[in-house]
């Protein structure tokens, strides 16, 4: 079968198109044809050496995906061969950027059946962050208000959408290019990043503060004193510490998304309800990921890209 995989960490010419042996699942496993997988910044990351997920070489990249049973392992109940499904797999093995994928049997949900099975690989672990931040983390209620910080990104607008969902006020931040998708998302109040200063911009405190930016420490510091007494900042960039204020119990949490079958299951309702929209910007075949992460390497992918298998 056709696989992209590394044999060693480094640049985007680590990565190779090749014929790897399609693997089998052992118990309490199951083996996906595979649509699509999604490109997160992580897989760069992995790739390149510099974040601290012990891979084992060679390694296929892509933990979300999504795709087609078409083998199942000893002790596996309530999936069958033929069902279409979406994952977020461990980040350690291999990953959906290939023609079959081995995947653990509790990593894996039905798949939405309101979009098409590829564009479903988009879906998990960024869903699976906005909802661990606003909830798990921010403990979020309704009628209370959120500032996201940097929302023109794909986990920002799930956020959006969520806590609009459980009775939220969301104020965000956005650059120019992206204002008109943030407030497409549902934001009650949308703020130029690049026209104002966000201290003097909001108009009140807020509950929590969700930030999804790489922002100076200093001024990420200096955003806590938009938080009223009591409440939280949450942060997906774990590069740099989350700040609080003990003094006022402000709480201070970094989010680092894990699996969880049940909630997955429930973002899955939500697209199929209509009421989580999920975000597809580009689609490329196996053989052009390279390339792909050779443009991470330069500066952010914009949306969501997903890797067609096939």
Same mark, same amino acid.
């Given at each position: 079968? %056709?696989?992209?995989? =590394?044999?060693?960490? !480094?640049?985007?010419?680590?990565?190779?198109?090749?014929?790897?042996?399609?693997?089998?699942?052992?118990?309490?496993? $199951?083996?996906?044809?595979?649509?699509? *997988?999604? =490109?997160? #910044?992580?897989?760069?990351?992995?790739?390149?050496?510099?974040?601290?997920?012990?891979?084992?070489?060679?390694?296929?990249?892509?933990? +979300?995906? *999504? !795709?087609?049973?078409?083998?199942?392992? %000893? !002790?596996?109940? !309530?999936?069958? #061969?033929?069902?279409?499904?979406?994952?977020?797999?461990?980040?350690?093995? +291999?990953?959906?950027?290939?023609?079959?994928?081995?995947?653990?049997?509790?990593? $894996?949900?039905?798949?939405?059946?309101?979009?098409? &099975? /590829? +564009?479903? #690989?988009?879906?998990? *672990? @960024?869903?699976?962050?906005?909802?661990?931040?606003?909830?798990?983390?921010?403990? &979020?209620?309704?009628?209370?208000r959120l500032l996201i910080v940097g929302a023109g990104g794909v986990v920002g607008k799930y956020a959006i959408q969520l806590a609009k969902r459980a009775g939220v006020h969301v104020v965000a931040t956005a650059s120019p290019r992206s204002i008109d998708a943030v407030r497409a998302a549902g934001a009650d109040e949308v703020i130029d990043h690049t026209a104002v200063d966000l201290l003097g911009a909001v108009d009140g405190q807020v509950d929590v503060l969700l930030n999804l930016a790489p922002i100076e420490p200093e001024r990420f510091a200096a955003l806590v004193a938009l938080v009223r007494d009591g409440g939280a900042v949450v942060s997906t960039t774990a590069f740099m510490q989350t700040p609080g204020d003990e003094t006022r119990g402000v709480r201070a949490a970094t989010v680092y998304v894990r699996p969880n079958r049940e909630r997955l299951s429930e973002l899955v309702s939500l697209v199929d309800a209509g009421q989580l929209t999920v975000e597809v910007t580009r689609r490329i075949t196996l053989?052009?990921?390279?390339?792909?992460? #050779?443009? /991470?390497?330069?500066?952010? @992918?914009?949306?969501?890209?997903?890797?067609?298998?096939?």
């Open positions: 079968m %056709k696989a992209v995989q =590394f044999h060693e960490v !480094g640049g985007p010419e680590v990565l190779q198109l090749t014929e790897i042996e399609q693997p089998v699942p052992a118990a309490g496993e $199951v083996r996906l044809r595979v649509a699509a *997988s999604a =490109f997160n #910044a992580a897989d760069n990351g992995m790739r390149a050496g510099f974040l601290p997920i012990p891979v084992v070489l060679p390694h296929v990249p892509g933990y +979300d995906v *999504s !795709g087609i049973v078409d083998a199942v392992g %000893k !002790g596996v109940e !309530g999936i069958s #061969a033929g069902d279409p499904v979406i994952g977020f797999l461990p980040m350690e093995q +291999d990953g959906g950027a290939a023609d079959y994928v081995i995947a653990p049997a509790d990593a $894996v949900v039905a798949a939405p059946a309101t979009i098409p &099975l /590829a +564009d479903a #690989a988009a879906l998990p *672990s @960024v869903a699976l962050t906005a909802w661990q931040a606003l909830v798990d983390e921010g403990q &979020l209620e309704a009628g209370q053989a052009e990921l390279p390339a792909l992460h #050779a443009e /991470a390497s330069v500066g952010r @992918v914009p949306g969501k890209v997903i890797v067609l298998a096939g």
